[in-house]
């Protein structure tokens, strides 16, 4: 109970329940106000026009009086015609009550009246006017009738505001319960997740309202994290997959060499194979740590204004020599006029040139490949298209993660890890690397590099936020400056 | 024969690049703190140093950054194991001449140590010429004795950068460097397959080799006569 009270939607549900008790009120005691005054009103002129009607004519003013207090049934009617001196000439009235203003409005007053033959003291409204030969009427109500009716609406008022007060109580209590097992079933839920099960997900209800929108949100933010964590372990153990397969190779070759070889020659060869399998193994953790360097070191120093065209054309050219090998035909398509991106132009070739490589690499001889550059709506995007087998939509997401080969991959030769660099330098540079039906028929990688948004401030953010070494030389980073 | 001295903490590292460079004739000074290579540099005349990006005392870069501003020029190799990208730059701008990240192949480190060390032949000659083989720069025209050779803008870049130092071993990496101008390491049987593309064309049947594979390391031009 303690635990309901101190909840924020029970101090909620409170709050919205005291409020519609506030209302309630108002509005009871605004009606309250107007019938009052209505009745009170009414009377009052009633009172007004009567005692004005038996002044009128002092001759009949006894009879007005009389008539008066004859046409009441409940005994509510009073009056009186008062001499000079006070005495009373007619009517039901003791005396003309203390205070009364000769006036002819009503006012309420206090007064002794004859009601069946007993005198009473009684709270009465009255109005009186004095006759020109000094004597004086007055016309009296009783004030029962509309203490009665404010007391009636008093009463209903209790009466209304007791059950108000309990529905909406109640109602606050139900919404508070209604809320708190929700966030009870969400918070036992997070609590699994904290303990480690990752797979737990927050209940969502069908209602689509605001709870339900943040448990969807929430469970594909562990969606997300799940899908990482998953990517985290199983690079952990593509990396040490792929280490072991030449590690135990050069083992062996190792070992069997040690017990076999006679010659020279044959441990130079046995050594040289052991450094090939030793390099392929260093490539292999050089690019995952330099994949880790791109994604989250946020290097900005190599940045510069870098011409496109000049980039995709030299590393076409790059490969020309390997897709004539291949006999696979390499075609590169410029548009004229890009202006230059902002970006590591070493970074960018390296891009380009993976996606070119793997481009050949896929493609059976007598195959073609296009590179190329072009405008589009949303920027400019550096295209690589061939004539092989592309890529089944259904592995699409998964080429760019580390170590992902599709299964024609694992026939070549390659270690998974060219797409992860290329979608790690995409993201650095704020581009986007998607793959696209082919006109080819094969894959088509599209990288897009937005026109005129803020990455450029972004980067030259970083680079004036770090205090580099004021250098004595000017040396060229593309080292061209070496003697 | 080059006076080295090589400024590196790890005692291991030192030995072994301290082991390949004396192999290859050289002479080496260790020092194994910032400040002591910061005295070494300064005090004795070296054709090269080698210096490690951390170093106890006084940092690698901060080292060579004094260095540079005491007027020293002496040729700098910087060796780190920090992520290339940015520290290549930096390295550069504190005043290095080359950049090499560990782990590093020891004969990388030696041929570019005698790159460092070799000025190239006479940068402002425009015909080179290496036994039989003869290239025109402005002409971008190349000949074998007699035998006009049709070669490609790139080709004749590579065969100018290996033509300038002839008999010198350049790695791949350093080709790629050089003459494709962008910093990344390639596939090595990329470059492999332009010069063996560049291979065919100079040598025709018969012809004795010009350049040579140095198994494990790179290329080198030779001269043919």
């Given amino acids: 109970m ?150 009636t609406t008093l009463r209903a008022l209790g009466l209304g505001l007791m059950p108000t007060l309990a529905l909406s109580g109640l109602g606050g209590l139900l919404l508070a319960g209604r809320a708190r097992r929700r966030l009870a079933a969400t918070e036992a839920a997070v609590a699994q997740v904290m303990r480690g099960d990752l797979r737990k997900r927050l209940p969502v209800g069908g209602g689509n309202d605001e709870f339900d929108r943040l ?42 060499t040690r017990e076999q070889a006679n010659s020279v020659a044959e441990f130079r060869e046995a050594v040289d194979q052991g ?40 590393a076409a050219e790059f490969f020309e020599p390997v897709a004539e090998d291949k006999a696979v035909s390499l075609d590169v398509a410029v548009e004229g006029g890009i202006p230059p991106v902002e970006g590591d132009r070493d970074l960018l070739f390296e891009t380009v040139s993976n996606l070119v490589d793997n481009a050949v690499k896929f493609t059976p001889p ?112 593309r080292g061209g400056t070496r003697p | 024969m080059a006076r080295l001295l090589l400024i590196e903490d790890d005692a291991e590292t030192a030995r072994e690049v301290h082991g390949d460079l004396c192999g290859r004739g050289h002479v080496i000074g260790w020092a194994s703190t910032g400040p002591e290579g910061a005295a070494c540099a300064r005090d004795e005349a070296w054709d090269a140093i080698i210096l490690d990006r951390m170093l106890p005392g006084l940092d690698g870069l901060s080292v060579l950054q004094d260095l540079r501003r005491a007027g020293n020029r002496t040729p700098a190799l910087v060796l780190s194991t920090l992520g290339d990208v940015d520290e290549r730059i930096r390295g550069l701008r504190a005043g290095g001449d080359d950049y090499l990240a560990k782990p590093f192949v020891l004969a990388e480190l030696a041929a570019r140590i005698e790159a460092l060390l070799r000025r190239p032949v006479d940068t402002r000659e425009t015909i080179l010429r290496v036994g039989s083989l003869e290239i025109d720069l402005i002409g971008g025209t190349g000949r074998r004795g007699a035998r006009d050779l049709d070669l490609l803008p790139r080709e004749l870049k590579l065969l100018e950068y290996l033509m300038r130092r002839p008999g010198q071993v350049v790695t791949r990496t350093l080709l790629f460097e050089e003459v494709w101008n962008y910093r990344f390491t390639p596939k090595s049987n990329l470059i ?18 010009l350049i040579h594979n140095v198994r494990g390391i790179g290329f080198t031009l030779a001269p043919d006569d």
């Fill in chain 1, 366 to 477: 007598g195959g073609r490949v296009r590179v190329g550059l072009a405008r589009e709506e949303k920027g400019v995007v550096i295209l690589v298209e061939d004539t092989g087998p592309g890529i089944p939509p259904a592995e699409r997401d998964q080429v760019f993660q580390r170590f992902y080969r599709t299964e024609r991959a694992r026939q070549t030769p390659g270690n998974g890890l060219g797409l992860g660099l290329v979608a790690a330098i995409a993201k650095l540079h704020g581009f986007t690397v998607d793959l696209r039906a082919s006109p080819y028929g094969g894959a088509c990688f599209a990288v897009l590099c937005p026109q005129g948004e803020a990455k450029g401030r972004e980067w030259a953010r970083g680079f004036a936020g770090r205090p580099l070494p004021t250098p004595d030389v000017a040396p060229d980073p």
């Fill in chain 1, 2 to 151: 303690t635990d309901l009270l101190r909840s924020t939607t029970f101090r909620w549900a409170l709050g919205i329940a005291i409020w519609s008790v506030l209302l309630v009120l108002a509005t009871y005691s605004f009606v309250y106000w107007q019938t009052a005054a209505y009745l009170r009103e009414e009377l009052a002129e009633t009172l007004r026009l009567e005692v004005r009607a038996a002044a009128a004519d002092p001759a009949a003013t006894a009879m007005r009086v009389e008539t008066w207090i004859a046409t009441d049934l409940h005994a509510t009617h009073f009056g009186g015609l008062f001499g000079p001196e006070g005495e009373r000439r007619s009517g039901n009235l003791g005396a003309v009550p203390d205070g009364l203003a000769r006036d002819g409005d009503a006012h309420r007053v206090s007064a002794n009246v004859d009601i069946a033959g007993r005198a009473l003291r009684d709270e009465i409204w009255a109005a009186a006017l004095a006759l020109p030969d000094g004597s004086t009427v007055v016309i009296a109500h009783d004030t029962d009738e509309i203490d009665r009716v404010q007391a």
């Fill in chain 2, 192 to 209: 492999d397959v332009h010069l063996g593309r560049l291979r065919r064309k100079l040598e025709a049947e018969g012809e004795p080799s």
């Fill in chain 1, 215 to 256: 448990a969807g949100n929430v469970n594909r933010m562990l969606d997300e994290i799940e899908r990482l964590l998953g990517e985290v372990s199983s690079v952990g153990d593509a990396v040490a997959h792929d280490l072991r397969t030449p590690l135990t190779r050069l083992r062996a070759r190792l070992e069997r």
């Fill in chain 1, 275 to 314: 450094l090939a399998w030793i390099d392929q193994t260093l490539a292999m953790v050089t690019a995952v740590l330099r994949i880790g360097e791109i994604e989250h070191g946020r290097r900005f120093a190599g940045f510069a204004l870098v011409d496109l065209a000049e980039v995709v054309r030299e």
